[in-house]
Nanobody, 124 residues
Framework: QVQLVESGGGLVQAGGSLRLSCAAS????????MGWFRQAPGKEREFVAS????????VYADSVKGRFTISRDNAKNTVYLQMNSLKPEDTAVYSC?????????????????WGQGTQVTVSS
């Protein structure tokens, strides 16, 4: 059974930074792309970033490009999301997802397992 457990969320002031982690278990982590999504209250879930199985390829939503960095450590079965220059509009529940193949992009159907999420709140 695949499990994804996020951590690292919290309350931060605008302009601050947070680093999210997602620990995976239950299948060979290094064989699959990983992604981060977020959902704000009253809004649909939206894509944030994805990373290929080796980490050589990354994709970002325009809204976070230049501020967020996705990375992975296959030896630790963990994917990270470094978030800098945070804005109040970044407030959301952030969830990681495991892709169905080596590369996955911005669409929900490209992922088959999801974590419960971690709350990120950015105050102005």
């Amino acid at each position: 059974q695949v499990q994804l457990v996020e951590s690292g969320g919290g309350l931060v002031q605008a302009g601050g930074s947070l680093r999210l982690s997602c620990a995976a278990s239950g299948r060979t982590f290094s064989n699959y792309a990983m992604g981060w999504f977020r959902q704000a209250p009253g809004k649909e879930r939206e894509f944030v970033a994805s990373i290929s199985w080796t980490g050589s390829s990354t994709v970002y939503a325009d809204s976070v490009k230049g501020r967020f960095t996705i990375s992975r450590d296959n030896a630790k079965n963990t994917v990270y999301l470094q978030m800098n220059s945070l804005k109040p509009e970044d407030t959301a529940v952030y969830s990681c997802a495991s892709g169905k193949s080596y590369f996955s992009g911005q669409y929900n159907y490209q992922y088959d397992y999801w974590g419960q999420g971690t709350q990120v709140t950015v105050s102005s």
